[in-house]
Structure formats: structure tokens, C-alpha cells
């Protein structure tokens, strides 16, 4: 069973993940898991954007008061208020006593438009950014979901785990410059530079309820016997699919055994040439 973002209570939390959640407003959320966005989160965000909406359509009703009229023609006018103004009041005689606060004033009404300009082609940049940001987050998140969905179906992975295998990949993977899929410096125990195929046979070990129960717990098999006639584990023989068919046909603890004979462990490296 999958773990739910939102709790009622801390007992309806599966114990071994309490600690990843924080109450908070009555509910425990699940906060421990980076990048999970919470409901709270979506809700808040479909808010904001609500009162963006609203705010453009009164934006909006303002300024269809002023019908044909040309928005930059009357912004010029209005930035030479003061100059015009200044003009208005005096003589020759004015003007050429106040020739520097005049010339500061044309100055100003001159600037003002490259001044809006610059301030919307900044608020234009941030907005881009931050999508370009949000876009880029989006593509490294369905990058790791694909790579490890595919995986875990193809070894097997038992459906109703896959969202938890998906929420761990989510915590411990990334994509490096040259576009691998691998696992990073984690706080879950979890040897970093694995590949999607590594982390599910470490994952067999360490989370075997993702994988269907053996049937037939007494069936053949032995180190290098049974159905697998050569040692996955070896140098030689190394194959990943073969180890993950003794783990799961033969159980944890056989497994063990075979990639300790052969100089190695369950979810390890393969050991050196002999």
C-alpha cells in the first residue's frame, strides 16, 4: 500500500514513516520526502493564481476607461507634467533662472519610459526563469520515473509498490550532465552511483514486501545449482537479471550466500577478474 500525502492522524501513518511527517492545521503531512508537494501546496498555489486572475480582470475594466486613446502618447504627456507645468508659470526670465531644474525635469520625462520598459523586461526575465526552472524540474522528474517504473516492472515489482518505489527514487536519484540515472549521497542508506536495475536489487534486500512472496519456499536451487547452473555473482557469470531470479526464487539469505562465495554481496559491485 502506497504512502498518502495527508494523514488524519499519526496512527493511520505506517510506523516505519511517522517520522517523515509533520502535523500541521489538525493533519500530518508528509514533509520528509524533498519535492513532495503537499494538497495544502496545490491548494495554495491554485489560490494565488485565483487572485491573480481576479486582480487582471479589474486591471482590466480600469482601463477600458480609456478607450482609443494612445496609452503611450498620454504616458509621455503626463511625464512632462512637471516640466510643462514649471513652463506654464513663468516668463523668459523664469525659465532661464530655473534653466537647471528644467533641464532635470526633461531629463526625467525622457528616462521614464525606458525606466517602465526596463523594470517589465526584468519582471519578464523572473517570471522566465522560474519556468524555465519549474519545466527543467519536471523533465529531471519524469526522467527518474521512467527509468525506475521500467525497471521495477520488468523485475517484477509487485503493483501496489510502485508508488512507494517511485517516492523513494523521487528522494534518492538524479540525472548527472551526461543524462544518467543514478542515485546521489542520501540519508536512506542507499549506495549513491546506482543505476535504476542497482537500486531495485539493493531495494530486494532492504525492502523485500515490494516483490510477491516466494511461492514454494522449498524449492530446489543451491550455491550454483538448482536452476541457476553458474553463479550470477561471479566475475565470469556476473548478470544483474540472474541475481534478481535467485533472490526472489530462492530467498535473501541463499542469495547472500552465492555473492559471498563469490566475493561480492547482494546489490554490490562485481568482484575482480580471478
Known sequence: ????VTHDTIDDVPEGYRELYTEREGKFHLTGVEGVKTQVDIDRIMQA???VQEEKKELQTKLDVWGELNHDEVMGKLDRFDELDLAAK???????????????????????????????????????????????AAEVKRTIDDS?????????????????????ANAVFEVTED????TKENPFGITPGLTAEGFLQDMQE????????SEGSGATGSLGGGSFGKNPWTHDNWNMTEQAK???GQGAEIAAKMAKAAGTTVGGQMPPEK
Open 90 to 136: 513663468g516668463n523668459k526670465e523664469d525659465m532661464d533662472a530655473k534653466l537647471d531644474e528644467l533641464t532635470e525635469k526633461r531629463i526625467g520625462s525622457r528616462l521614464a519610459p525606458v525606466e517602465r520598459e526596463n523594470k517589465r523586461l526584468t519582471t519578464d526575465l523572473a517570471k522566465a526563469l522560474e519556468t524555465v526552472g519549474i519545466l527543467q
Open 206 to 213: 532492504k525492502r523485500p514486501h515490494w516483490w510477491p512472496k
Open 246 to 248: 535467485v533472490f526472489r
Open 1 to 4: 500500500m502506497g504512502l498518502k
Open 148 to 168: 525506475v517504473r521500467k525497471e521495477a516492472t520488468k523485475i517484477k515489482v509487485i503493483p501496489e509498490a510502485i508508488d512507494d518505489v517511485i517516492m523513494l
Open 179 to 182: 543524462g544518467q540515472t543514478l
Open 49 to 51: 493564481k485565483t487572485h
